[in-house]
């Protein structure tokens, strides 16, 4: 038999673990466990994508999804941004025309994160009308159950200043703006959903948003 060198024994387990990795997540775990196992003082063959530990999503793609004991499906078209500081989930919702809204899901911890009320007049003050008129004047607020949960929604337009005084964009406000909001009291407190956009792309991610709202269930439920 051929004696087998240990450095093309390494070269050859990478190989064949970078193969994999073009095959599916199921690879792309088999070529980070070769990888680090290989030796190879953590270099790649010049020009191959690195390889990023913790880099792979759980449950990506998945629906539904759940969080403190309440699951919902993310309806077809959302794409999920993952997480960010403060949020469960971000879902990006994009349209050929009217730009990209965002859903953003938001959980504190039990008897975390303030009453309703006081979270939905904080979203409602975060836009401002043209005329002046107190956008307290303008939402749109509903009361009912999901799941036998108190589920409180709010809807809201107008110049969006999203409460920190300044936008992503730089300007004081984004005017024609529109937010639609829920907040489900859930068994481990409440969580936020919260919708904004412009007001063209909400308008047509309304059905999508109440399909979301209409999908609240214990987690592990069907």
Same mark, same amino acid.
């Given at each position: 038999?051929?004696?087998?060198?240990?450095?093309?024994?390494?070269?050859?387990?990478?190989?064949? =673990?970078?193969?994999?990795?073009?095959?599916?997540? #199921?690879?792309?775990?088999?070529?980070?466990? =070769?990888?680090?196992? *290989?030796?190879?003082?953590?270099?790649?063959?010049?020009?191959?994508?690195?390889?990023?530990?913790?880099?792979?999503?759980?449950?990506?793609?998945?629906?539904?999804?759940?969080?403190?004991?309440?699951?919902?499906?993310?309806? =077809?078209?959302?794409? #999920?941004?993952? *997480?960010?500081?403060?949020?469960?989930?971000?879902?990006?919702?994009?349209?050929?025309?009217?730009?990209?809204?965002?859903? =953003?899901?938001?959980?504190?911890? *039990?008897?975390?994160?303030?009453?309703?009320?006081?979270?939905?007049?904080?979203?409602?003050?975060?836009?401002?009308?043209?005329?002046?008129?107190?956008?307290?004047?303008?939402?749109?607020?509903?009361?009912?159950?999901?799941?036998?949960?108190?589920?409180?929604?709010?809807?809201?337009?107008?110049?969006?200043?999203?409460?920190?005084?300044?936008?992503?964009?730089?300007?004081? *406000?984004?005017?024609?703006?529109?937010?639609?909001?829920?907040?489900?009291?859930?068994?481990?407190?409440?969580?936020?959903?919260?919708?904004?956009?412009?007001?063209?792309?909400?308008?047509?991610?309304?059905?999508?948003?109440?399909?979301?709202?209409?999908?609240?269930?214990?987690?592990?439920?069907?």
């Amino acid at each position: 038999m051929l004696k087998r060198h240990p450095a093309m024994f390494k070269a050859a387990t990478l190989l064949i =673990a970078l193969l994999m990795l073009a095959c599916g997540s #199921d690879g792309e775990e088999a070529s980070r466990a =070769a990888f680090e196992n *290989s030796g190879t003082g953590g270099s790649l063959p010049q020009g191959h994508p690195p390889i990023e530990t913790g880099a792979l999503p759980t449950g990506h793609g998945e629906s539904p999804v759940s969080v403190a004991g309440v699951a919902w499906t993310v309806p =077809a078209g959302w794409e #999920d941004a993952g *997480s960010r500081s403060m949020r469960v989930a971000t879902y990006t919702i994009r349209t050929n025309r009217e730009g990209t809204a965002e859903c =953003a899901v938001f959980y504190f911890g *039990s008897g975390q994160g303030g009453d309703v009320q006081a979270n939905i007049d904080r979203w409602v003050n975060q836009f401002e009308q043209a005329d002046g008129t107190p956008s307290s004047e303008r939402a749109k607020t509903a009361r009912s159950e999901q799941s036998g949960w108190p589920l409180t929604t709010v809807d809201v337009s107008g110049a969006y200043n999203g409460g920190m005084g300044s936008t992503p964009t730089g300007q004081s *406000s984004q005017p024609g703006y529109r937010m639609i909001g829920a907040i489900v009291e859930g068994p481990e407190g409440p969580v936020f959903f919260k919708l904004t956009g412009p007001e063209a792309v909400v308008e047509s991610s309304t059905a999508h948003f109440q399909s979301l709202l209409e999908s609240l269930r214990p987690a592990g439920a069907m």
